[in-house]
């Protein structure tokens, strides 16, 4: 597998987030609650099904996921636009952990179409901030964070159980409202 490349640089996160991710990250309980209830329309049983991982208020302490390979999966949840759908599961992909020279994490999905790679910084309590971007299909390289929008990605990390985490990732810029990645350890 790939190395994943940095693509954003060490830091505070309220110094290093784009005001637009700022804004995404304050309005976070507004999307979840949101994109819940849509998915909830649409997908009652499957919403049911995830147990913890879309729970809203499910964090526990011990944000940041140990260095390591991890399996990952995207919940898409509520439709940007009509004709989408509410509730979207993805098959499980490949993650990995790294840790950064200056003790932050960086979060890297290795495979599948949509990609995210960025830095968790340690944040408040049970959640850490994520600020990184996404890449798409083939590409190889990620955009520096903050150049493109529709490319940035910001979100919190939380532990919901032994061994498993979610990132929550409010108002991406394609298809949902929100979209919660999944990780646990590989193997």
Same mark, same amino acid.
């Given at each position: 597998m790939p190395t994943p490349p940095a693509a954003v640089e060490p830091g505070d996160w309220r110094t290093v987030a784009t005001a637009a991710d700022r804004d995404r990250l304050r309005r976070w309980r507004d999307a979840w609650t949101g994109a819940l209830t849509a998915a909830r329309r649409a997908a009652a049983a499957e919403v049911a099904a995830q147990g913890p991982l879309l729970a =809203? @208020? *499910?964090?526990?302490? #011990?944000?940041?996921?140990?260095? #390591?390979?991890?399996?990952? /999966?995207?919940?898409?949840? #509520?439709?940007? =636009?009509?004709?989408? /759908?509410? +509730?979207? *599961?993805?098959?499980?992909f490949d993650c990995l952990v790294t840790p950064t020279a200056d003790g932050e994490?960086?979060?890297?999905?290795?495979?599948?179409?949509?990609?995210?790679? #960025?830095? =968790? +910084?340690?944040?408040?309590g049970t959640r850490a901030a994520f600020l990184g971007t996404l890449t798409l299909g083939d590409e190889?390289?990620?955009?520096?964070?903050?150049? @493109? /929008?529709? /490319? @940035?990605?910001?979100?919190?990390?939380?532990r919901i159980g032994a061994r498993r985490w979610r990132l929550?990732?409010?108002?991406?810029?394609f298809e949902s409202t929100l979209d919660v990645l999944e990780l646990v350890p590989a193997g």
């Open positions: =809203i @208020d *499910a964090a526990l302490p #011990g944000p940041v996921p140990p260095r #390591g390979r991890y399996r990952c /999966r995207v919940v898409k949840l #509520g439709a940007k =636009i009509a004709g989408q /759908r509410d +509730y979207l *599961a993805y098959p499980w994490a960086q979060l890297a999905k290795l495979t599948g179409s949509q990609r995210q790679v #960025g830095t =968790i +910084y340690r944040a408040e190889v390289r990620p955009f520096a964070y903050g150049r @493109d /929008r529709t /490319r @940035d990605v910001a979100g919190w990390v939380e929550a990732m409010p108002y991406p810029a």
